[in-house]
């Protein structure tokens, strides 16, 4: 097991997926290039903010096109709460979020589908 409650690979070959970060490389000396190369969930956060562990988190991982100075991964983590949330959303993008949870293919604790 990985930890992972669902993963999502992406096609690397796709440069829709590449971002870049001036300042990584300004203030780390990191790579200023990164390839996303998948997004995964964690049911119940992996990790909390101001001790709260939330009900979903998911990591959007990247890989620099070049390791410099360490550096070769970037990951962004997003929290999902379903009681203590802040964001104001519309019905219509509500929706959009609610289809592509429900697309997701989600395995429970004994990794079964």
């Keep these: 097991m990985n930890g992972h409650t669902s993963q999502t690979n992406l096609n690397t070959d796709d440069t ?3 971002f870049k970060s001036l300042l990584a490389e300004s203030v780390f000396g990191a790579p200023t290039e990164y390839n996303g190369q998948q997004f995964h ?3 119940g956060s992996e ?3 101001d001790g709260k562990r ?3 988190e998911m990591h959007t991982v990247h890989l620099a ?3 410099q100075n360490g550096f070769g991964v970037a990951a962004v983590g997003i929290l999902f709460s379903v009681e203590d949330y802040t964001a104001k959303v519309t019905n219509s993008e509500r929706a959009i979020i609610d289809a592509f949870f429900d697309g997701l293919k989600w395995k429970d604790e004994t990794g079964s589908a």
């Design 41 to 43: 969930f964690h049911a």
């Design 65 to 67: 096109s070049e390791a």
């Design 16 to 18: 829709t997926n590449t």
């Design 54 to 56: 939330h009900d979903l």
């Design 47 to 49: 990790h909390t903010i």
